[in-house]
């Protein structure tokens, strides 16, 4: 199912939480919405599902307009960050609930129910607990019966709010590569909302970021790493050295560190360099030079943290070979080889 | 590895309720726990019985099951239970009004449902009494249907649907607040309508809260007596309710009599509350 939001506005009293979020998803995507708390992220995912209205705007499922539509019109499958599972329901009660629930002729009989249980089980992994209650169950395995629960009506579009933030590292990891494979065998469009952004990167086609009830920019976890649309996304996305100066003639300056900065208008001006993209150079041909704080090894790079003359701070990824001799107190040049410059 | 004691007195000791636990204080906690207990209810309900136990079986037999203490029984019993009923729906409505919605004046339909707690009991049986007579204000419209409230086992039951009520509001309240509303909103998203999500979510998790409440209230009007003897009438075989048989045979010097009918109600008292613990319980495991 393709889903279209255009021009969504969202308050809540005067506060408002969507300004104006306008964004496409495509049949069978897999879409993470990423954003630092109180961007508008979960109220983006809850008006998605019907369990929250724009105060202006539409929502298209299809061609439909499904604006005002309630959440069990829209068939939606949401999960949830704290499972909401009935807590007086076995799992496989849990499970049947959305097809328990339908009336009449669309109500699928016991044995189809228990086929679909089972089925579901079999899916995410749990098979033979389906007697089991939630509170028998440990995290990762109740989030599996939500996911379980909101695809048993064959969702048009399954949402997910933060589904893995209430679980511990290990488990949050392999539920990841679940859900991904998931998607993949049941090929329902599914969006998920998280602010992990190792998470939506490692996980989603695509990527949303939001920042002030606004989206800031949508692409490929490439795109949005490898080319940021603007500062936010820059400082967001991955780990970066932040330098606030000014921009003149194509050229960005901070003290003696001058960068070339493309098409950015003159005036105040951020950069943003990855600490990979740091290269330690001969003396006189780098563009800063630093006096090396702190170095910690890292798997196949370390990484080098220092100062400036100007008091910047800077962190440096280097690869190991090249690192071998480098000291706290050593002073390093290094060339900047990708900047991203953005107006301020 | 195995340590070996050459004489078995010389292992570690182990208290015998007390084992080791970072949590301070079970000794004199649990002390003062069975001493206070025993003072103010183990004591006084074993005198009970031993005063009972003064009279032979068949008088004993005699004072427990004549025909006036079963009357008694049932109406004491009958009319809690009905009470308790009572208030398990409307004290439920209640709670959710004021747990879910914001109206005019909550502040005071929250402190009237206390006001049965407070109000000393004699008053508040004067006051229906007054009010249900058959020249009360409600009791002069019920008369002409040919309804008769106060001094039959109908104004009993009133009566005890007053004092039973902040029981059960005041037990869900609480367990209701904490009713996160994800589990409804997902039960919306399943496609369940407004009464099916009411019906298989929201009543089964206050299960347990509402039996406690049930109990509470329960209890509390089986030992009901300032307020219901003013409108109860007090007719033997009628309107009479156990306790104030105790009272009465209190007044004839019929000691042992009295404590036979207390051992009785403390019996199926015992028996009603254990049974509705254990139905909790059950509840409360599905529900953890």
Do not use: C
């Not at chain 1, 209430?166 to 998280?194: C, M, N, P, Y």
């Not at chain 2, 929201?202 to 049930?214: D, E, I, N, R, S």
């Amino acid at each position: 199912m393709t889903i279209s939001i255009r021009s969504v506005e969202k308050r809540f009293g005067r506060y408002p939480a969507l300004n104006g979020v306008s964004l496409e998803i495509a049949d069978g995507e897999l879409l993470a919405l990423l954003g630092p708390s109180g961007s508008g992220k979960t109220t983006l995912l809850r008006v998605i599902a019907g369990l929250e209205f724009p105060s202006d705007g539409q929502i298209l499922y299809g061609d439909q307009d499904m604006t005002f539509a309630g959440a069990a019109e829209r068939r939606v499958g949401f999960v949830f960050q704290q499972y909401a599972l009935f807590r007086h329901m076995t799992v496989a009660r849990n499970i049947a609930f959305g097809l328990d629930v339908r009336k009449g002729a669309a109500k699928p009989g016991k044995a189809q129910i228990a086929a679909r249980v089972a089925e579901l089980l079999r899916l995410v992994e749990l098979d033979g607990l389906g007697g089991r209650y939630p509170a028998q169950l440990s995290g990762g395995q109740r989030q599996r019966v939500a996911l379980a629960r909101a695809l048993a009506v064959n969702p048009s579009v399954l949402l997910l709010d933060e589904p893995f933030g209430a679980l511990d590292a290990t488990v949050r990891k392999s539920l990841r590569k679940e859900l991904r494979r998931i998607h993949d065998a049941t090929g329902v469009t599914t969006i998920f909302v998280t602010h992990d952004q190792e998470e939506a990167l490692e996980l989603a086609d695509r990527v949303a970021i939001l920042n002030q009830g606004a989206i800031e920019q949508v692409g490929t976890p490439d795109e949005v790493h490898d080319a940021p649309a603007g500062a936010f996304v820059a400082g967001f996305v991955g780990e970066a050295n932040r330098f606030a100066g000014e921009a003149k003639g194509g050229r960005f300056t901070l003290g003696d560190i001058v960068l070339r900065a493309g098409e950015v208008r003159d005036g105040p001006a951020l950069a943003f360099v990855r600490p990979h993209e740091l290269l330690v150079t001969d003396p006189g041909k780098g563009d800063l030079a630093i006096t090396v704080a702190h170095i910690a090894p890292q798997g196949a790079v370390v990484r080098i943290e220092g100062a400036t003359e100007g008091g910047q701070r800077i962190e440096a990824a280097i690869a190991r070979q090249i690192a071998a001799g480098v000291h706290p107190g050593a002073r390093l040049e290094l060339a900047v080889s990708r900047a991203y410059v953005f107006p301020a | 590895m195995t340590a070996t004691y050459a004489d078995s007195r010389d292992k570690p000791r182990r208290p015998l309720i007390h084992r080791r636990s970072a949590i301070p204080g079970f000794g004199i906690t649990m002390g003062l726990t069975l001493a206070s207990l025993s003072l103010i209810v183990l004591i006084p309900l074993a005198a009970v019985g031993l005063k009972a136990a003064e009279q032979s079986p068949a008088d004993f037999l005699h004072a427990a099951f004549n025909e006036r203490a079963l009357t008694a029984y049932r109406l004491s019993f009958g009319a809690a239970f009905i009470a308790a009923a009572i208030n398990g729906v409307f004290g439920l409505l209640t709670a959710w009004a004021l747990v879910r919605y914001e109206f005019p004046l909550k502040g005071l339909v929250n402190g009237l449902i206390d006001l049965p707690f407070a109000l000393p009991t004699a008053v508040a049986g004067i006051a229906l009494a007054t009010l249900y007579a058959p020249n009360g204000w409600i009791g002069s419209l019920a008369e002409p249907a040919g309804l008769k409230i106060a001094y039959t086992p109908l104004g009993v039951v009133i009566a005890l649907t007053f004092i039973g009520l902040p029981f059960i509001v005041r037990t869900l309240e609480p367990v209701m607040r904490d009713l996160s509303a994800d589990v409804e909103e997902a039960a919306a998203s399943l496609g369940a309508g407004r009464l099916d999500t009411i019906a298989r979510v929201v009543l089964p998790a206050l299960a347990p809260a509402w039996l406690t409440g049930f109990a509470l209230a329960f209890a509390r009007a089986v030992g009901e007596y300032g307020s219901v003897i003013f409108i109860a009438g007090n007719m033997p075989y009628k309107s009479e309710i156990a306790p104030l048989l105790i009272v009465i045979e209190l007044e004839q010097y019929d000691y042992a009599g009295a404590a036979t009918i207390a051992v009785v109600m403390l019996v199926v008292s015992f028996a009603m509350l254990f049974v509705i613990n254990a139905v909790q319980a059950w509840a409360r495991r599905l529900s953890a």
